[in-house]
Each structure stands twice: as C-alpha cells, then as structure tokens.
C-alpha cells in the first residue's frame, strides 16, 4: 500500500475526537468529507474540497456520482473504479456519437440537388397552384 492509500485510510477512520471524515476523493483530486450537522443531528453534512485552492466552488466540475452523494441522493460515496468505469463510457459514447454524425453527414439531403440538374426546379407561382387546387379539388354542391 502506497502512502497516499494509508492517508486516505487513516483519514476516513471515524475516531471520536475527528471533527470530519474523508469519505473518498475523484479523478480530478477533489476530497469529499462528510460531518455531524449540529443543526440536524439526525443527519450527516458532506462537503467537497477543491484541489485547487483558487478556483471558485462553481468552477468545479463535480462527477455525477459525487454529486447525487453530496445531495444525500445515494447513501454510500463512489469508488473509484465507478468513476473510472463511467469515464470509459463516457468516451465511448462520444466515439459513438462521432460515427453516427458521419454517418449522417453522408446520407444525402432531399434539398440537395439531383446529379445532373443545374439550377433550381421551376417553382409554380401561388395564382396558378390555387388555381390548379380549386378547380380540380372542388366538387360542386349538390
């Protein structure tokens, strides 16, 4: 076991004399930390600590499944192969969504223009197609 894994342990040992637990930490180095509400005893406070002590807390773009235990959505945090396994998805949707847009893009329009056609088909003016639809369409009244 490495240092930062003894850390981690040591850290999110629920001692009684600690203040907050760590409860895990993300891809981008992040720490999650969870604490005794004193407004709620019933339930448990979960904050997030940047890495980068510079950004603002908006800034941070936060895993989704960090997210839903920060919210109290999910009751225990995400472990890291979770978080690895979602970023694996992730970036096979988006090899996905790549092919299926070049497939799209190769499909031909119908506004394209017919191979051998020069200009545009000569449109009829309004007059002649309302013409053309009311006296054709129109059945007399009996």
Known sequence: MGVRNWYVKFKSMPF???KRILKGYDLEG??????KDPNNAGRMRRILECRDKTLHLADVKVPVQW????????KDPP?????LRDKKR???????????????RS???KTDPEPGVVGPK????????????TTANVKPRR
């Open 30 to 35: 992040n720490k999650y930390w969870e604490f």
């Open 107 to 109: 499909i031909p329009l």
């Open 16 to 18: 009684p004399w600690r």
């Open 79 to 83: 472990t890291i192969d979770e978080l």
């Open 90 to 104: 992730l970036q096979d949707l988006q090899v996905k969504i790549k092919n299926a847009e070049e497939r799209w």
């Open 67 to 74: 997210s839903e235990w920060l919210r109290q959505v999910r």
């Open 122 to 133: 000569p449109v009829k003016s309004v007059q002649n197609a309302t013409e053309d639809y």
